[in-house]
């Protein structure tokens, strides 16, 4: 059996361990969080270097890729540089691969994406691929890093003036401890709505889950979110806000869509090659494995399919 496992800087009550069946090859996959304990994911990555058969980075990206530039984040990459033997990924370039393509695979479940009016992307700034899909069928891409990350009360609008502040920032934001730049969730925090107007003037969101559920108001009607690494927890919370529908960018094991660090994890250890996979490769075992995002209806009645 295949053994891909995560060690994340997020909350361990949101771990989980499934085995499935790929393509009639048995895997197991496993989460562990750290709630943001540093030494305990260096602990855990050394430990299991050559046990398992992929490691995946959670919480954390090893890098930032923008463009054709790349911007390491040392501190992460800190976490992993005992690790010698096992394949490290940290879902970077599925996300490239999977957010451009997310329409495509999504929409034979779907159906035909609607043109909407604005989209809003809580972080971008490893979702770029994702930004840039969504500019395709919007009038308007409102991104809000520059509020959630640094409490900025300055939404991004579009995604190329965007990409020239990251450009900017990067370089900077590369050396900051991983506490200053991680996404919220280590610690299970409370639900803090912020910037409500934002989100309420969007018709889709687009994003990280952890972002969706610690900053939205109490109400997204009307609102088609597409998100990743959802719990059964997760899901019901957006039922209840209000949600009509919500595509996970992944399939669903046992109830929860694992992150994309995890979904490459898998991908690497099918495709057996002893390394991480290339962009063009992952396409390739993406397309053999017939992976596709999930599609929850939430809330039937208020889904709409203007155009």
């Known amino acids: 059996m295949l053994k ?12 989980k361990k499934v085995e499935t069946e790929i393509n009639g090859q048995p895997i197991s996959i496993e989460r ?3 709630g943001g304990d540093e030494k305990l994911a260096r602990r855990l990555f050394r430990e299991l270097d050559g046990t398992v058969d992929v490691l995946t980075v959670g919480g954390m990206d090893l890098a930032i890729h923008i463009e054709d530039r790349v911007y390491p984040i040392h501190a992460a990459q800190k976490l992993v540089q005992d690790v010698k033997h096992t394949p490290v990924v940290d879902g970077n370039n599925l996300k490239y691969v999977m957010e451009r393509r997310v329409l495509e695979l999504a929409e034979p479940e779907y159906g035909p994406f609607p043109h909407f009016k ?8 490893d979702r770029i691929g994702l930004a840039e899909t969504m500019t395709a069928i919007s009038d308007e891409v409102v991104i809000g890093d520059l509020m959630l990350i640094l409490g900025l009360p300055l939404p991004v609008v579009g995604i190329e003036r965007f990409k020239r502040i990251a450009h900017r920032l990067m370089p900077i934001m590369g050396w900051l401890p991983l506490s200053a730049i991680n996404p919220p969730g280590s610690k299970d925090e409370a639900c803090q709505p912020k910037h409500a ?22 109400r997204l009607n009307a609102k088609l979110v597409i998100t990743n690494t959802t719990t059964e927890e997760n899901i019901e919370l957006l039922r209840q806000k209000g949600v009509p529908c919500v ?14 660090n995890v979904i490459e994890g898998v991908l690497t250890a ?30 039937p009645s208020s889904v709409t399919r203007e155009t």
């Open 4 to 15: 891909v496992v995560s060690v994340s800087l997020g909350s361990p009550t949101r771990n």
């Open 32 to 34: 562990i969080g750290t």
């Open 118 to 125: 604005r989209v809003f992307i809580p972080s971008a700034i």
């Open 197 to 218: 107007h934002i989100w309420e003037s969007a018709d889709c969101i687009a994003g990280d889950m952890l972002y969706i559920r610690k900053y939205s108001p109490a």
């Open 247 to 260: 595509i996970t960018l992944s399939p669903r094991f046992d109830g929860r869509s694992f992150g994309t």
């Open 270 to 299: 099918l495709a057996g090659k002893g390394r991480p996979l290339t962009r063009p490769e992952l396409n390739q075992v993406i397309d053999q494995v017939q992976l596709k995002p999930t599609v929850l209806v939430l809330n």
